[in-house]
């Protein structure tokens, strides 16, 4: 698409995904004239990827506990301005089907094309302007605004939104452009890691699980104060699963990380009541019965010996629960931004505008999204955020 070779607008948003489309249209419907550029062939491209291709759009039980940051504070009042049922209430007015999957997690019934059709349409009834294919190639700030040079030309404006994402996923064209941004504004950008990512083992530990791939059980995840009780799926290369996910974001290299693989028993009393009733049962026949059968012989293979249950003294029975409650998973990374849903840390928030996403030091930039040092857990708290924090910048321009 060719354009004047300057152009003038209200606004310039850096970024075409969720957080940037968001901020666009509710600027547009302002009457802000908005120049959106993308610098990938398409918008939306993590909207699309998202929810196995059903994008987990929102969560309804959204609060600022969901939210990991160095100021959990920070979100609250974009939070409080955009909820998941403004979101819910645009979905509906364009007639999308969607359902709650679980734990208030909303996904489309059909494809997550129409959640980004949706916004594209509502940018265009907003009149703003978007480029794809379009790539930055350098920001200056100018006596009445920001010089934005790109590979179509030269974009002028008053407001600058840079809602570049993270780091998580480069296929889809993540890049630290938006870090790179804020530092030459003069913002600190805070210890960038990847988040709700799988989990990597080697050595022993991996080779007494590298059998079990693809198996998957529900457990309690718990590191550092913090538990999240779901599915894990062992890997090839270690393990994965929602549990896991979760837990990745609190979790650090050396970290303890210890899996309850019976999170809805007490495990001391289910193998004494088993030991009663059916005294002859082997443990491994017995633990079949809770865990999937390969994964049942694997922990008699490697940490118990089986034998008939009746042969264990109560001692003996509450160190295997013991064992199996608080089982000492040993990982020694993650899988990276490659397969990481989200990126930690970004632009420190104390240098922002919690209403407005506007840079304390220099007015008429704002940072949204992904490229913010917020990041939400695994289940459409990260698509609220940048609905929310989209809003609050695209109110404020």
């Not at 075409?16 to 939306?44: F, I, P, Q, S, W």
């Not at 034998?307 to 990982?331: G, V, W």
């Not at 289940?379 to 929310?388: K, L």
């Amino acid at each position: 698409m060719s354009i004047d070779r300057t152009t003038t607008s209200d606004v310039i948003i850096i970024g075409g995904g969720a957080a940037g489309l968001m901020c666009a249209r509710v600027a547009g419907l302002r009457g802000k004239r908005v120049r959106v550029v993308e610098h990938a062939n398409r918008c939306g491209k993590k909207i699309l990827m998202s929810g196995g291709g059903r994008c987990n759009f929102t969560n309804t039980g959204t609060t600022p506990a969901n939210f990991l940051s160095n100021n959990p504070h920070f979100c609250k009042s974009a939070l409080a301005r955009y909820t998941p049922q403004h979101f819910i209430d645009m979905v509906e007015a364009h007639g999308i089907a969607y359902h709650e999957k679980e734990l208030g997690q909303l996904f489309c019934d059909e494809s997550s094309k129409l959640i980004v059709k949706m916004l594209l349409d509502e940018c265009a009834d907003a009149g703003v302007r978007i480029d794809t294919s379009c790539s930055v190639e350098g920001v200056e700030k100018t006596d009445d605004g920001f010089r934005v040079r790109t590979t179509l030309g030269e974009l002028r404006a008053p407001s600058l939104v840079v809602a570049t994402g993270g780091l998580s996923i480069p296929s889809m064209g993540a890049t630290g452009f938006g870090y790179e941004l804020a530092r030459q504004f003069g913002h600190t950008v805070l210890p960038t890691r990847a988040g709700l990512v799988p989990l990597t083992m080697t050595g022993k530990p991996q080779e007494r699980f590298a059998e079990l791939s693809g198996v998957s059980l529900p457990v309690t995840a718990q590191c550092n104060g913090r538990a999240f009780s779901n599915f894990m799926l062992i890997t090839h290369r270690g393990v994965s699963g929602p549990a896991i996910l979760q837990i990745s974001s609190y979790w650090n290299v050396g970290d303890e990380l210890l899996l309850d693989l019976l999170p809805q028993a007490d495990a001391f009393e289910t193998l004494k009541s088993l030991r009663a009733s059916r005294p002859g049962i082997e443990l491994r026949t017995a633990l079949a019965e809770f865990f999937p059968k390969r994964f049942a012989e694997r922990l008699c293979e490697v940490w118990f010996p089986s034998r008939p249950i009746r042969q264990y003294n109560d001692p003996q029975l509450r160190e295997i629960a013991t064992f199996l409650q608080a089982f000492p998973l040993i990982a020694n990374g993650t899988e990276g931004y490659r397969t990481a849903e989200v990126t930690l840390g970004g632009v420190d928030t104390d240098e922002l505008s919690s209403s407005t996403m506007m840079s304390k030091h220099l007015p008429g930039l704002h940072f949204i999204g992904e490229v913010v040092d917020v990041t939400g857990w695994l289940g459409g708290y990260n698509f609220q955020w940048a609905w929310a924090s989209g809003n609050a910048a695209g109110m404020a321009v």
